[in-house]
């Protein structure tokens, strides 16, 4: 029973940045593969970007390629989403996952055991 907390989320402006962060109460979090996915209002939950446990590779959709970038504080036990060049489409709830030791598809909700509350995301024009 691994606790998720994000944090960071508000309302920025269109081509401004937001650091979001997932806090888990695992002390080998390293061990834990980490993705994050974002639910627009009348959309299903989409992937947007993770890190893979102990080596770290990271992963991105292609609508947040070049402009977000998820990074891992394994002494901290925490994992950052640093959104840069927002605009109005990155408006969601975003949502922290973490599963231990996942060897399935990183990019596939359902391959996750747990989930934070969720961060609101708002970008204006």
């Known amino acids: 029973q691994v606790q998720l907390v994000e944090s960071g989320g508000g309302l920025v402006q269109a081509g401004g940045s937001l650091r979001l962060s997932c806090a888990a109460s695992e002390r080998s979090f390293n061990t834990y593969a980490v993705g994050w996915f974002r639910q627009a209002p009348g959309k299903e939950r989409e992937f947007v970007a993770a890190?893979?446990?102990?080596?770290?590779?990271?992963y991105y959709a292609d609508s947040v390629k070049g402009r977000f970038t998820i990074s891992r504080d394994n002494a901290g036990n925490t994992v950052a989403l640093q959104m840069n060049r927002l605009n109005p489409d990155d408006t969601a709830v975003y949502y922290c996952a973490a599963k231990h030791n996942l060897y399935k598809s990183i990019y596939d909700r359902k391959n996750y055991d747990y989930w934070g509350q969720g961060a609101r995301v708002t970008v204006s024009s």
């Open positions: 890190i893979t446990w102990l080596i770290g590779t990271t």
